[in-house]
């Protein structure tokens, strides 16, 4: 990161904790144009963050220096940029049609894409069309649709996204090792009508392979071993290791270890969902983040949509130290959208060295939470309206939306721009005081009440406008925030693309599942011991 660059975000970031961005409008009436845009059918509108012209030019300049215009162009072309892993980043080579970068790329790349999506193709249509049945000859109704983190979060999002209300073809989703989660998918299905993906990067996870075994069993007792193995497909990275399980090779779909695994819903990890909607909605889903891609190449930083949302969050997290930042869905549809958003930015840029291993000079990444508008409103508003700790949060909200009768969807629409006024206007102490006089409080019972009532307002908010939800605005959407966590990433000097933190947990909780059955156990700490102990 360019350390003059940074200084001068810094310095200009106290400047602006002295203003209302209320105000900023009124000093700067080009503020809304220069700040907002609209690209593959989203609004994207960052002027009610807190940044000045200044703050914001400040911004840009950083990601300007930062280097990432040649990131870029490694990433595009297949350069080994994670580094720690020895491996090109390429999920945009799963939807790019560009024949220059092909050849950059080589031939190998071009023709796994290929050759993954025809074998996708031809078993989806095969599947909608009842030429592949079960073992019985039924069609199949239902998937279950194991997989977890980036094996799951997206093709979830993009069933729940997309489905259409009577879907020809079920998707049911399973990622805990929960036990309850796998029984509660399997309710009421009939294995006859039943097809069971696993999914895995790896094929090593504990709960998706868990998961899969005591499927395979519930298909196992309903069918009997040979028929059960007509209704068992896996999507890997590792397909050699799928044999071991049961699933026949021409049933096993695969993806090369240079998709990351929260990078992967555009490869073969969406089959479940490609299956259940159509290779049609799949392609117009790649199409839309083709063109969210292109703008992301090609378009100036001030007026790239995502360099936008990054600036402001590099402006917020690193320029202002605000360590969270809420994401609020006004779609119901996309109410997995946090969720999928913390594996997709937490696991890429919650870190805390470079890759050759310096400790960094900046905090990385905040928190990301959030849960659908408007339920949010009711749950936890309260808090990023009257606390002191200012949460920037970014609204979505769908313009259009065929499901929904036009009353409806104004009242779901007013909600999402109100509250996006609401936090950066506030509510004055005189405000307060004018309401507690017009409902009769004397004096002693207003000078208790009103200050109770007074929002604080200037908290930042960006929000994004999707005119309506289709295969094309949510692929458009999802490689926006890709190319987000990209840049905020190579700003910040990290490798977005490794995961190292995750694997602590997992060696640590293979010792705990030994120790369940060792005649002695390990060297813990006496709390983890009486845990342990507990449970044996
Ligand atoms: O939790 C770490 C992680 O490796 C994620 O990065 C990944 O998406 C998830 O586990 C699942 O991994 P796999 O697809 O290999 O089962």
Not at 434 to 458: H, M, S, Y
């Amino acid at each position: 990161m360019s350390t003059t660059a940074l200084e001068a975000l810094k310095t200009q970031a106290f400047v602006d904790a002295n203003a209302r961005i209320v105000d900023q409008f009124r000093n700067d009436p080009d503020r809304l144009s220069r700040m907002s845009l609209d690209v593959c059918g989203l609004y994207v509108d960052v002027s009610k963050q807190s940044w000045s012209k200044s703050g914001f030019d400040r911004a840009i300049e950083l990601f300007e220096q930062s280097g990432l215009v040649e990131a870029r162009e490694k990433m595009w072309t297949g350069k080994e940029i994670n580094v720690s892993e020895g491996r090109a980043v390429l999920h945009v080579a799963l939807r790019d049609s560009d024949a220059e970068n092909a050849r950059l790329r080589g031939p190998e790349i071009t023709h796994d894409v290929r050759s993954a999506r025809d074998a996708m193709r031809d078993y989806a249509g095969a599947i909608r069309s009842g030429t592949i049945t079960g073992a019985t000859g039924k069609p199949f109704k239902t998937i279950i649709h194991i997989g977890i983190g980036g094996s799951d979060l997206g093709p979830r999002l993009v069933f729940q996204g997309l489905a259409p209300l009577n879907p020809q073809i079920d998707v049911r989703f399973v990622a805990n090792v929960d036990g309850s989660e796998l029984a509660l998918a399997l309710a009421g299905l009939d294995p006859a009508e039943t097809l069971v993906i696993a999914v895995s990067k790896t094929f090593t996870t504990q709960e998706t392979l868990a998961n899969f075994l005591a499927a395979r069993d519930w298909l196992i007792k309903g069918l009997g071993e040979d028929a059960a193995k007509k209704h068992l497909a896996a999507v890997s990275a590792a397909p050699d290791k799928t044999g071991a399980y049961g699933i026949a090779p021409d049933r096993v779909f695969g993806f090369k270890d240079w998709v990351g695994g929260r990078y992967s819903l555009w490869s073969a990890v969406s089959l479940s969902v490609i299956i259940a909607l159509g290779f049609d909605v799949y392609e117009r889903l790649l199409d839309g983040a083709r063109q969210m891609d292109q703008h992301f190449l090609t378009a100036p930083f001030a007026r790239n949509a995502p360099i936008l949302l990054a600036a402001a969050q590099v402006y917020n997290r690193i320029a202002h130290d605000r360590p969270s930042r809420a994401v609020i869905p006004y779609v119901h549809r996309l109410r997995r959208l946090a969720a999928f958003l913390q594996q997709l930015e937490m696991e890429s840029n919650g870190k805390r060295t470079s890759p050759t291993g310096e400790l960094l000079a900046t905090k990385t990444c905040p928190v990301v939470f959030g849960d659908e508008g408007t339920n949010a409103q009711h749950a936890f508003f309260q808090m990023l309206h009257q606390s002191e700790d200012v949460v920037p949060l970014e609204l979505i909200a769908v313009q259009k939306n065929a499901e929904a009768s036009d009353d409806m969807q104004k009242k779901l629409l007013s909600n999402v721009i109100a509250q996006g006024e609401a936090f950066m206007v506030g509510k004055s102490l005189e405000t307060s005081i004018a309401e507690c006089k017009a409902l009769g409080f004397d004096d002693a019972r207003t000078a208790q009440i009103a200050p109770q009532k007074v929002c604080p307002g200037n908290k930042p908010s960006t929000t994004v406008l999707i005119s309506e939800l289709t295969p094309e605005t949510l692929g458009a959407l999802l490689a926006l925030y890709e190319h987000k966590t990209f840049a905020e990433g190579i700003v910040m000097g990290l490798n977005s693309f490794d995961q190292w933190g995750v694997e602590l947990g997992k060696t640590l909780a293979s010792g705990v599942l030994r120790d369940f059955t060792a005649a002695t156990v390990g060297d813990h700490d006496p709390s983890t011991t009486a845990l342990i102990d507990r449970v044996k």
